[in-house]
């Protein structure tokens, strides 16, 4: 497995076009998978080399060469020689920190996109794919495994699919399509999210509670850095004059266009959503503390007399009159009842409790 680096300052007086992956370490070896299709055929293997192939690359025919797991360095740096690829785009390639891009090239197209999934603890992992489009051939590079594309697979064994009589511009509208349906599930988990947030805020807000809309708040600054620029690259794709992206599949961008705009729309409804919530908190905790402010206030207030009274005949004097009679004491006990009961009486004429 070859070596990684976690972040791209790692990469600090390497060569421009060094090829070195950079990100999380691949929990698995990698694994590359090679599809072929037509309208009449349709084949699927495992493949290790650049001759298993370019083997398989014949007329007619369109390939999908999807690559899962960056550590195969050696075999991006083959793909990179056999089909002319621009060192610093196979640099890009390994280095899963890249922003959302589109960029052409004489014989080829590389694209650039984020997958976003959520987990259990309402974190957002994000996975880069890169694609390189050629007329004939298609690469994707992931740098996990998972079940993102087995939608896809499954159009492709479908013999009467608009997909197997469509070339390699189609597959990658297929593929950005599939991506940007996934930003619709993320979506559905972070509302019923921020729904279960609203209750527990209104109901009763508690530090937990606060933390969690923090963190939503957080990654929610993070699906909007990766899925905003992905405007950019569907409107530089649809103003493309790339013999590459026919005019017929161009409708099927702007199809996806929409889809992301109206993903960036709900993100920032949300955003706008957290940032509410976080006020509602901040407005019930400083209305809790006045209401507890307030009661400590009355109480306060009721003991200060009373606390008086018997500071003054708690006094050492020889001469206190009251002192000597008889009902002083039963006296005293009176206005330590009527006192309070005056001051609470006030308290609620003025509508301060």
């Known amino acids: 497995m070859a070596e990684s680096?976690?972040?791209?300052?790692?990469?600090?007086?390497?060569?421009?076009?060094?090829?070195?992956?950079?990100?999380?370490?691949?929990?698995?070896?990698?694994?590359?998978?090679?599809?072929?299709?037509?309208?009449?055929?349709?084949?699927?293997h495992l493949v290790a080399t650049i001759d298993d192939i370019l083997q398989h690359r014949?007329?007619?025919?369109?390939?999908?060469?999807?690559?899962?797991?960056?550590?195969?360095?050696?075999?991006?740096?083959?793909?990179?020689?056999?089909?002319?690829?621009?060192?610093?785009?196979?640099?890009?390639?390994?280095?899963?920190?890249?922003?959302?891009?589109?960029?052409?090239?004489?014989?080829?197209?590389?694209?650039?996109?984020?997958?976003?999934?959520?987990?259990?603890?309402?974190?957002?992992?994000?996975?880069?794919?890169?694609?390189?489009?050629?007329?004939?051939?298609?690469?994707?590079?992931?740098?996990?495994?998972?079940g993102l594309f087995n939608s896809l697979r499954q159009r492709l064994t479908n013999a009467k699919g608009r997909i197997r009589s469509m070339g390699t511009d189609y597959?990658?509208?297929?593929?950005?399509?599939?991506?940007?349906?996934?930003?619709?599930?993320?979506?559905?988990?972070?509302?019923?999210?921020?729904?279960?947030?609203?209750?527990?805020?209104?109901d009763r807000p508690r530090p937990k509670t606060f933390a969690t809309t923090q963190l939503l708040k957080r990654e929610l600054v993070f699906i909007r850095k990766a899925i905003l620029p992905l405007r950019e690259v569907l409107l530089a794709v649809q103003r493309s004059e790339s013999p590459l992206i026919q005019e017929k599949t161009l409708p099927f961008f702007r199809d996806v266009f929409d889809h992301t705009l109206r993903v960036i729309d709900t993100m920032d409804s949300y955003r706008d959503l957290i940032n509410g919530m976080l006020d509602i908190y901040l407005s019930s905790v400083s209305n809790r503390m006045n209401e507890i402010m307030k009661v400590l206030t009355v109480f306060a207030t009721i003991f200060i007399?009373?606390?008086?009274?018997?500071?003054?005949?708690?006094?050492?004097?020889?001469?206190?009159?009251?002192?000597?009679?008889?009902?002083?004491?039963?006296?005293?006990?009176?206005?330590?009842?009527?006192?309070?009961?005056?001051?609470?009486t006030l308290f609620r004429k003025k509508k301060w409790l």
Not at 17 to 24: P, Y
Not at 90 to 95: A, P, S
Not at 173 to 185: E, K, L, P, T, W
Not at 307 to 324: C, K, Q, S
């Open 58 to 146: 014949n007329p007619g025919a369109t390939l999908w060469v999807h690559c899962e797991g960056l550590d195969i360095v050696e075999m991006i740096e083959a793909i990179g020689h056999q089909f002319t690829v621009h060192p610093l785009v196979l640099e890009d390639i390994l280095n899963t920190h890249q922003r959302p891009k589109f960029e052409e090239y004489d014989d080829y197209l590389f694209l650039v996109v984020k997958t976003l999934n959520s987990t259990e603890a309402l974190t957002v992992r994000h996975e880069q794919v890169s694609i390189l489009v050629f007329a004939d051939i298609l690469f994707t590079f992931r740098e996990t495994t998972d």
């Open 5 to 44: 680096l976690n972040y791209p300052s790692e990469k600090a007086g390497l060569p421009p076009g060094t090829l070195v992956h950079v990100g999380k370490e691949p929990a698995a070896a990698g694994r590359i998978t090679l599809i072929s299709y037509s309208t009449d055929h349709f084949e699927e």
């Open 305 to 344: 007399p009373l606390t008086f009274i018997a500071g003054v005949y708690g006094m050492n004097f020889d001469y206190m009159p009251e002192l000597r009679w008889r009902w002083s004491y039963p006296i005293l006990w009176g206005f330590f009842f009527l006192i309070p009961a005056v001051l609470l």
């Open 171 to 202: 597959l990658t509208y297929v593929i950005m399509d599939a991506v940007v349906d996934n930003y619709f599930a993320l979506s559905d988990t972070l509302e019923e999210a921020i729904e279960d947030l609203e209750i527990k805020l209104l």
